[in-house]
Every structure is written in structure tokens, then in C-alpha cells.
């Protein structure tokens, strides 16, 4: 783990589109969780995402492999 500029650490994850138009989305952290970023993918696209002090979590739609320091997994149908 890398460690940025106000100190806070986080893990990584890896997500390959299987098809076209998968979305990952950025939840925030706080009393109310709200989206705050959302990125497209094409099938083959490969985005690497890191949780920080603003992101607690991701929402991946779509067909795609997720890759996590804890396993492998698959998204979608």
C-alpha cells in the first residue's frame, strides 16, 4: 500500500471490463453515503481504483473481473 499526502492508506482494486459500458462508482465515506465519481468501461479496459479518505466503497454494473487483495471475482451475469 502506498501512503498520500494526509497519511491515509488504502487498498487497491483491479476491475476488467468483460463488455462494453461497465461502471464503477465511488461511494463516499461520512453520515450519508453518496455517489462521487463514476467511470465507463469498454470491454478490455482495465481501471485500477484505490479506497481513500473520500471513497469507502465501489459499485461495479456490468460484466467485469475484479481483482482484490482478497480473490478474484466476477461481476454481472
Known sequence: MLENALGVCGDYI???ALENGVTIIG???GKDTKFH???KLDK???M???FTEHTSAMKIRGRATVLTKYG??????
Request: no cysteine; charged share 35%.
Open 14 to 16: 483491479a476491475v476488467k
Open 27 to 29: 461511494l463516499t465515506r
Open 37 to 39: 465519481h463514476s467511470e
Open 44 to 46: 478490455g479496459e482495465v
Open 48 to 50: 485500477i481504483a484505490q
Open 72 to 77: 478474484r471475482l466476477e461481476a454481472g451475469e
